[in-house]
Every structure is written in C-alpha cells, then in structure tokens.
C-alpha cells in the first residue's frame, strides 16, 4: 500500500467495527497507523479485518494511545467507561451521533472523564455493518469535537489528528449546542424523510411509476437502519420532539391556507412557506445546496452503454469543466437526464458547444 503520512501518534484500538469503526480503521490504515479491532461479534471482527480495517487485539499488544469507541448509541456509555478503566493510559473518544446522552450518564456514574474527548464524524451511509465501511467516508465531511475546560491538550490534539488524517473538517460544539444542531440537520430530516416515505407503501404501482428527482431526494435516508435511529432519536428526545412540534404547526399552517386558497391572504401565506424553503436551502453548503455558485444544465442521453463516458470526455474536450452530476433514469425509461453543473460564466458555452455535437439539451 502507498501509505500517506499520519499525523496520529501511536496506535489506535476501535470498538465496534461496524459501519463507523470499520471506516475508521481503513482510512487509519491507509495512513498506516496500526489499528487493533473488536466487536461483540466475532464475524464483525474478521470481516473488518478481511476487507483491510485493522486486526483483532491479542494480550501481547502493547496497550493503545487512543480508543475510538463505534458502537451503537445505547451502549455507548458502558464502552466509553469500559475503555477508561480497561486502558488507563489511553484517550478515549466515540464516534456516536447524541453527545449529551452519554456524557450525562458517563457523569452521573461519577466516571472520570480527563481522558475522554466525545466527537462525531457527520457522514455516514443508510446501512451499517463492516461490509459498507469506506476509507473515504469522512473526507471533507464535519467532525465535531465535543471538549470541555479540563480536556488536556494532548488528548484533545490526539482526537483531532485522527479526525484529520481521516479527511474530516474539525467543529468544535458544546454536547449541547451538538445535540440541538444534529436535531435540526440530521434527526428531524430523518423522521420527515421516513414519514414522506411511509406514504408511499400503500400506493399504486402506478403511481410510483412516476416517480421523479423529488422524491428520490427528499426519501433517500428513508432506507436507513430502524434499530439505530430508535437509539438515536430516543437519546436527542428533547430537541427532536421540539422541532417536530414546530414542524407539524407549519403543515398544519400550510394546509390551512390550501384548504381554502381563495380566502384573503392564502396564497400569500403559501408563497411565503415556499420562499422561506428557498431561503432555507440556499443555506446549505456543499455544491447542491449552493446553488448560486454554479449553473445546472441538462442533458439528453439515451439509454445505451457508453453515453455518459461520451458526455463527459466530450465536455473535457470542450474544456468544460464539471462541478457536479447527478444522474436521473426512470426505469423502463428509454432516455435519462445528466444533470451537470458548471461555472456560470460557461453554463451558454456548454449548451451551445454540446448542442453543436448533436447532444440533446434541456
Ligand atoms: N450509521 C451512520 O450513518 C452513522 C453512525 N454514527 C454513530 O456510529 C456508531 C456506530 O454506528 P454504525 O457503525 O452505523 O453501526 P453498525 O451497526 O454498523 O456497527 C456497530 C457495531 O458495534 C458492535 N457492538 C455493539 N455493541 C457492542 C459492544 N458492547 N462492544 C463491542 N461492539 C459492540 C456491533 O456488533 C456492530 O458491529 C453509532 O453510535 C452511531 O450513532 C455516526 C455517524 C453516522
Ligand atoms: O447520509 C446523510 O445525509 C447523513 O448525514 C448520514 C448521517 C447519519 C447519522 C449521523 O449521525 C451522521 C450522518
């Protein structure tokens, strides 16, 4: 392997070598920190060994500078508290999507929490386990890190490092101002895209059938793992519950002006939902929510083998460069949409270039 430089000290020991711990120890590997493994499952442990995740721990290891703990959310505690006690030399973070939860009962029990530094990498996939880790899970993605007054220095930079060699953009937050921030990005878009889906279970064939970008993008984390978002909504109650009070006001709100739309000021109350829908997305980073920064065009492509490479090597030879694609196919559909965004300024060039080249463009 042609192994990138680690900023990471030392070796790493992950606990829970799911999803999360399995991606943590490829990305570390890669970097070639030495990762020990382990799991309540034996299967877990040798299949994130297999794919190149770490190796299991045997007695005659010398004991880790660092404890990356990736289980689920309600036993993360007992872990956390586990590994303090288990490897007292070592720090000892996790990577679990509530913060306050665990640091509340870690407290409670009167556990020492010098050595311990919560984070939270945002980035994640709809299905857990070993076999859907990645080393490039984190690249580019937040990680937050949760450090108090007392946190020393020294774990707190061995926790960043990971972070960073991991590909990770560090976020320093207050547990609570984590938990309040999640719940808005992340929990409620769940519940509500979970909720929009379940819509669609007892609908025609027919109906599906017209499914388009809309509901592909609005019920994509639809498919995630029930057991774990149980765990996760039921630690970030408080904060969930509120904001899902506010939201079904504003369905509510919304309703009531479609109910009746000619009544005085309806319309205006519906447009002003909308728009602050619009205001709320152009606050989204990332190349689709920014939408100012770049021009999307479309383009035509039959569904033959082959089409997209043509596109792409043509638009490179056109020297446009691409800033984003996405895809759309219906199935059974006989043409798809390229969806590609671009600088504005060449957004005319490339729709005129590409027309010129027999490309069909929307
Ligand atoms: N799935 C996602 O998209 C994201 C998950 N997270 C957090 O990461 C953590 C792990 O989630 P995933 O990797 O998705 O789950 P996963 O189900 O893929 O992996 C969890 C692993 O922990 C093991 N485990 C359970 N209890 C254990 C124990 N007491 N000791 C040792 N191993 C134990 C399980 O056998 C399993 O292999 C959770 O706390 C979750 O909140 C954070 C960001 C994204
Ligand atoms: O897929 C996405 O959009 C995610 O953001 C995944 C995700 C799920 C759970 C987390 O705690 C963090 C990230």
Not at 224 to 237: C, K, Y
């Amino acid at each position: 392997m042609n192994e990138l430089a680690a900023r990471t000290s030392g070796s790493v020991h992950v606990i829970g070598a799911g999803l999360l711990g399995a991606s943590v120890g490829l990305g570390l590997r890669e970097h070639g920190v030495d990762v020990t493994i382990e799991d309540l499952s034996p299967t877990t442990v040798a299949l994130a060994a297999d794919y190149g995740a770490g190796r299991p721990r045997s007695a005659a290891d010398d004991p880790p500078a660092l404890v990356v703990v990736a289980t689920p959310p309600d036993v993360v505690a007992d872990v956390i508290e586990r590994a303090l006690a288990s490897y007292p030399e070592a720090v000892v973070t996790d990577v679990a999507s509530v913060k306050l939860a665990p640091f509340r009962e870690l407290t409670r029990r009167g556990v020492d929490l010098t050595r311990y530094v919560g984070s939270h990498p945002m980035a994640g996939r709809e299905r857990g386990g070993a076999i859907m880790a990645r080393a490039d899970l984190f690249t580019a993605r937040p990680w937050v890190i949760c450090r108090d007054h007392e946190t020393p220095a020294a774990a707190l930079a061995l926790v960043e490092s990971v972070a960073l060699d991991l590909g990770g953009v560090l976020i320093e937050m207050t547990p609570e101002e984590h938990d309040r921030s999640v719940g808005l990005v992340s929990h409620l878009p769940q519940v509500v895209s979970s909720l929009l889906a379940a819509r669609l279970e007892p609908a025609s064939d027919q109906a599906i059938g017209l499914t388009g970008a809309g509901l592909r993008d609005t019920t994509r984390i639809a498919a995630s793992d029930p057991e774990l978002w149980v765990q996760i909504l039921g630690a970030n109650r408080a904060p969930v519950v509120e904001l899902l009070d506010a939201f079904a006001a504003d369905v509510a709100d919304f309703a009531e002006a479609l109910r009746d739309p000619e009544r005085a000021g309806a319309k205006r109350r519906i447009a002003d939902l909308l728009s602050a829908g619009n205001r709320g997305v152009a606050r989204i980073p990332g190349k689709h929510g920014s939408s100012e920064r770049f021009t999307t065009i479309t383009v035509l492509v039959d569904d033959r083998p082959g089409q997209i490479a043509r596109l792409l090597t043509e638009l490179g030879e056109l020297g446009i460069n691409m800033e984003d694609l996405r895809l759309e196919h219906s199935p059974g559909a006989q043409i798809g949409f390229a969806e590609i965004a671009v600088l504005p300024e060449v957004a005319e060039r490339a729709l005129s270039d590409l027309a010129e080249r027999g490309w069909r463009t929307l």
